[in-house]
């Protein structure tokens, strides 16, 4: 077996494998998943589900089926990465999972296919179901105690219409999530589910916990008095032709003080632009230069839409701050489910600062995966950390 860190949360198990091939890596995120059990406790019997993290170097159609296989009775569910958020860190070409005790979570989960096609009626009636079907599972169970994990396929391009459906679904449960990712290849991302992998879908993970929690969103940008006017595009395929009237290219890099010839993800993770939304401003990354000059964006893109040029505060800083803040409003944290978007990571390597992001989420307890998208409450965000900080049981609420 590989050597990776073996831990537990208050309420979850995490387990982690960075083992060549996807049937080892299974049966290694398996073994570990058994050994945090009590003893002769199963899996089907402990867990409420286990969530995978893939990085997309695994077959990921392969490790479905063998993680099914390893734990039989286990609801298993997740998606690929573009880096995975480990025990020891940042990490690549590995898989990290969250295994959720029935002692302290009830999950409710949705997938939904054919996200080309995706209806937001109907897609409000499932998650209304979904929300539903989780409040009527335990007497116990309100709503003020339940958070959602949405996961969904990187490259849709429907991220904002989903977004849409869930928040007019699940009234005031917060959700927060990350889209899927393929290791920068843009080519193909897939949801895990049942023992099978879908494209072109989303899961929704609806979770009840007596466990204190908070969502949470870091960013380490701010707006400057640079703007530009989105005045030529293809909205449906999230596609800026013009800024300002001008090529887009040649205007974003003329705007952000780089050679067009230099234009590739870095720069764009260390040059986003922002758009204002009820008074506060979330980042609108770019994906890629095309071959005609045009932009594509992770997130949607309207003509008349005005960009913010952003000016970046220290990452680090901003990342601490975030904890810290968690920390003052729930208490001790005990884990940190995170969405953390993969061109933040690109930025901290270019600043040269990726090992001291990495040790701060090691030391803070980090699960989850870079993104290409993040999703905080009713907006899809870029180049943002989101998530769900966990944390510890009240002594009274102590299982026996």
């Given at each position: ?8 949360a208050?309420g979850?198990?995490i ?17 570990q ?18 969530v ?21 009775g286990?609801e298993i ?8 958020l ?5 990490t ?6 969250l295994?959720f ?40 169970i ?29 009234d005031e ?24 992998v879908h ?7 609806l ?12 960013d380490?940008?701010?707006p400057?008095?640079?703007k ?10 999230r596609?800026?032709r ?23 993800p ?5 040059h ?22 045009s ?58 600062i ?8 090691r ?12 999703q ?25």
């Open positions: 077996m590989s050597e990776r860190v073996v831990d537990r208050e979850v198990v387990a982690s494998s960075g083992a060549v091939g996807a049937e080892r890596a299974a049966r290694e995120i398996a073994a998943v058994v050994a945090q059990l009590a003893p002769g406790e199963t899996p089907a019997e402990a867990l409420a589900g286990l995978c993290f893939v990085c997309a170097c695994y077959d990921a159609a392969l490790f479905a089926a063998e993680i099914e296989t390893a734990l039989p286990v569910y997740g998606c690929t990465t573009a880096g995975e480990a025990p020891e860190g940042w690549s070409n590995s898989i990290v999972a295994g005790l029935r002692r302290d979570f009830t999950l409710a989960a949705q997938l939904v296919e054919d996200l080309s096609h995706f209806s937001v009626e109907a897609g409000r009636a499932a998650f209304t179901e979904t929300r539903d079907a989780l409040i009527a599972s335990n007497p116990r309100e709503p003020e105690h339940c958070f959602g994990l949405l996961l969904i396929d990187g490259l849709c391009r429907r991220e904002e219409a989903v977004i849409s459906a869930l928040y007019s679904a699940l449960i917060p959700v927060v999530g990350g889209s899927a990712g393929d290791s920068l290849s843009f080519d193909k991302t897939f949801m895990i589910s049942g023992g099978k494209r072109d879908a989303a899961l929704l993970l979770f009840h916990t007596d466990l204190r929690f908070a969502p949470f969103k870091c380490y940008f701010e400057t008095q640079n530009m006017v989105v005045t030529d595009a293809d909205t449906e395929a596609i800026v013009e800024l300002n009237a001008e090529p887009a290219a040649t205007e974003y890099a003329r705007a952000v003080g780089v050679m067009e010839s230099k234009l590739e870095s720069s764009f993770a260390s986003p632009v922002l758009v204002g939304v009820g008074g506060q401003y979330y980042a609108r990354s770019i994906q890629k230069v095309n071959p005609d000059g932009l594509s964006f992770f997130c949607a893109i309207d003509e008349g839409l005005v960009l913010t040029v952003a000016r970046p505060r220290d990452p680090y800083e901003s990342t601490l701050a975030t904890f810290e803040s968690m920390e003052e409003q729930i208490g001790p944290v005990s884990l940190y489910i995170g969405f953390d978007c993969v061109l933040r990571r690109l930025d901290a390597e270019r600043r040269q990726s090992r001291r992001l990495s040790e701060l989420y030391a803070r307890k980090v699960i989850g995966f870079n993104t290409y998208g993040e905080f409450r009713s907006m899809h965000v870029n180049q943002t950390f989101t998530g769900i900080a966990l944390g510890k049981r009240d002594r009274g609420d102590a299982a026996e």
